[in-house]
């Protein structure tokens, strides 16, 4: 078997290490600025895009836009912008118009403060309108009248970034800035159709590359609507995470943060504050080998500690105070749903043994709410004399998902194969998520609702002090869950509420191991020994754990044993019932 007891070192990242790292890493911020501070030392796809955006020697057969999947936010657009104009040479001066005699001309600029003469070869916008954008022609009442320039006279020559929700919230608008581009020429236009321009304007050489940033939602509008567009444009994604393979990895990470400090005018980052940040940060992204490099993140975490700072620097009391009441902020709906379970209203059993019942683990997602909140939910299952069939009840009234019924029919294909050699099974079985009321989803039950049903089918209780999580396959293999951290410290809620046994625990895939990043309360009951996890990485495990009882074993008594003993005497019982209704049918003929 392979069940492995996790310890704390297995259940979060070795933050002694970390600190070490830390101790030993130059983390100062001039090191951040000048070697690690550029955004595209972090992002070498989009470093890679760029290249092909802007080229050493350009020509005109080069590409001109760029689809960029990443938030469309005003801080990464700032530092997108900075990396970009500090790789970029600088543009001509652009273009100027000059009005005499009710008549327009254009020449070239002579200095930026031309009317329109390029202000940047880097220009980010999250939102725009055609006024922004295109500029426009005001003709004030009997004045002359006026040029205004938009975003595309200022960057021209040059590069400009647009959020992409924008321009699909206003067609015409993309379709206008699409065609100058593609013609290399601005042409000026009425935004009243019915009141034409004054003037003749002379059109304005226009030599601009864009790149549209969005998330895939919007990309994915944008491909529905202009799929041939979205098949010439370049294309790159911005990280969000950075997989650690190295120590000094870690350390350049730390070099990041205190970059993205002090480019928003933070106070400096403590190095006792990096081991926190370092578990908060595996806890944002799910994995113990990821680090978020997500901007708008580590600014939020950084920012929160500024209001609990005691000293001039983010240091780890200020941090834990921060992370501590964000929290409490947070918690009003765990609250009330733990209080459901507290005071009885939902029924969860964290100290008995019952035959076909079994704690699962779930999470639910309110809209509008910020996390995840782990559910721990009671299985059940009984047996009858049937045709074989599994009555899911979720799905027979309508209560499931396609997923989580998907994860029944694999439960179903197990028990006939393991189970159904060269015949039908004698007896039904009927599987329920008790006291559950709204639409259900997913397969991280599955293995939960298969250990019940092999306990139903064996008649040997499980240990309620347990609770478990996971998928499984058609051979009983068990695969890893999402929101496995939110689950085990939903049970361990109720676990500690009920009072801590030293036997409780949680039972989780093996593959979900490096996802572990767990909060305070529960790593100190584990290492008090009153709360234990376990990994398995085959039904086999889990149920030996539950029951206490190997499901084969050649020498000695198994579950895989009681149910076929089970199976046999109600098929022999069947058999009599048959053969005494054949001869009462016989005699009757008589």
Known sequence: ???????????QPNLDQIL??????????TLATDEQGNLLVWQPRIASALS?????????????????????????????????????????LGYSYYFSDNKITLTEAKSRQDNFATLDNCIAATAVDSEKLFGCVRQPENNPIKLQAGLVHHANGGVLILGLRSLLSQPMLWTRLKQMVIKQEFEWFSTDESHPLPLTIPTMPLDLRIILVGDRLSL???QEFEPEFYSTSIYAEFENELQIQSAEQVEKWFCYLQFIANNQQLPTIDKSAFAKIYKEATRYTGDQYYLPLAIEWIESLLVNATYFMQHNAIDDASLSKSIEQKSWRESYLIERFHDEIFSNQIMINTKDQVVGQVNGLSVIEYPGYPKMIGEPTRLSCLVHFGDGELIDIE??????????????????????????LNHQLP????????????????DSASLAGLCALISALSQQPIDQQLAVTGSVDQFGHVQSIGGVNEKIEGFFAVCQHQGLTGQQGVIIPASNQRHLSLNDNVIAAIEQEQFSIWTVEHIAEALYLLTGIPY????????YKLIHARMQAMLLQDKKQDSWLSKWQKYCKK
């Not at 998902?401 to 994860?407: E, P």
């Not at 084969?552 to 579950?559: T, V």
């Open 552 to 559: 084969k074993d050649e020498a000695s008594i198994s579950l």
């Open 52 to 92: 092909m955006l802007c080229p050493n020697k350009r020509a005109a057969y080069h590409p001109r836009f760029m689809l960029l999947k990443a938030t469309e936010s005003e801080l990464f657009f700032d530092l997108l912008r900075q990396s970009i104009k500090s790789n970029l040479p600088l543009t001509n």
């Open 427 to 442: 007896f039904s079985t009927s599987l329920v998520f008790e006291q559950s009321y709204s639409e259900i989803d997913g």
């Open 395 to 420: 799905r027979k009234t309508d209560l499931a998902g396609n997923i989580h019924s998907k994860g029944m029919m694999i439960m179903q294909a197990f028990i006939m194969s393991e189970f159904a």
């Open 20 to 29: 070490e790292l830390v101790n030993n890493a130059n983390t100062n911020t």
């Open 220 to 222: 994915a509008e944008l």
């Open 1 to 11: 078997m392979a069940i492995t007891q996790l310890t704390t070192q297995h259940i």
